[in-house]
């Protein structure tokens, strides 16, 4: 069974563009959680969705968004960058909603420059 | 995946020792501990999970046991070996906090020969 993949690997991005990550969950998972991982705060968590609904929501401003689509990949959306964005991002997948059992993807590097 | 401004403990274990990795958690209500594995440059591997009702549960090599009394965790590794080297993660899930994983900042493992 396929893990979860996760588009692009890497990518850079200058101060004020916006960018969209991409994730696909393992088959039969429909619920994606998205994290943050940086040297200085670790993980943490950005948001969770399933059903194509976002369920919860970490501690992260309005510039950063996600939405899932009916066969449950799912995009995460980071608006006018900052270099503080610069980080890990991690999806995760599990089968039920509710924070159990995710199965992490091996995460988009983004740097801002 | 390397949190190097984060003050990580580190382990250092001889290869065919046991591994004993502690965590402290923060919240009495949490629910859920699981156990990840991150390797430089991949994202959390799934090692191992328990819910709150458990005080004890076994994988293979791994056993992870919890103290709700002091909100301890701990992960044992048996006959560590050179590919268990990486940095170790527990995250626990509130019980009021849907989806939403709270990771420690990690300890590194380092198995020598």
């Known amino acids: 069974k396929a893990g979860v993949t996760q588009t692009p690997r890497y990518l850079i991005k200058t101060r004020g563009q916006q960018v969209t990550l991409s994730c696909s969950p393992i088959?039969?998972?429909?619920?994606v959680s998205w994290y943050q991982q940086t040297p200085g705060q670790g993980l943490q968590f950005l948001f969770e969705?399933?059903?194509?609904?976002?369920?919860n929501k970490g501690n992260f401003p309005g510039r950063f968004s996600g939405r899932q689509f009916s066969n449950s990949r799912s995009e995460m959306n980071v608006s006018t960058l900052e270099l503080g964005d610069s980080a890990l991002y991690l999806c995760?997948?599990?089968?039920?909603?509710?924070?159990?059992?995710?199965?992490f993807g091996p995460g988009t590097r983004l740097t801002v420059t | 995946g390397e949190s190097v401004g984060l003050h990580l403990p580190t382990l250092s274990v001889q290869e065919g020792d046991n591994s004993i990795i502690n965590c402290a958690y923060s919240?009495?209500?949490?629910?859920?501990f699981i156990w990840y594995k991150q390797e430089s440059g991949k994202g959390p591997q799934f090692i191992i999970d328990?819910?709150?009702?458990?005080d004890k549960r076994q994988g293979q090599r791994v056993t992870v046991l919890l103290n709700k009394t002091v909100k301890h965790l701990s992960l044992q590794i048996a006959a560590t070996q050179p590919g268990d080297s990486a940095v170790y993660f527990c995250?626990?899930?509130?019980?009021?906090?849907?989806?939403?994983?709270?990771f420690g900042a990690g300890t590194q493992v380092v198995v020598t020969p």
């Open positions: 995760a997948s599990s089968r039920r909603t509710g924070g159990e059992e995710q199965y």
């Open positions: 088959s039969g998972h429909r619920s």
């Open positions: 969705y399933f059903s194509e609904t976002q369920r």
């Open positions: 919240n009495s209500a949490s629910d859920y």
């Open positions: 328990i819910r709150s009702n458990m």
């Open positions: 995250a626990e899930k509130y019980s009021d906090s849907w989806g939403k994983l709270q």
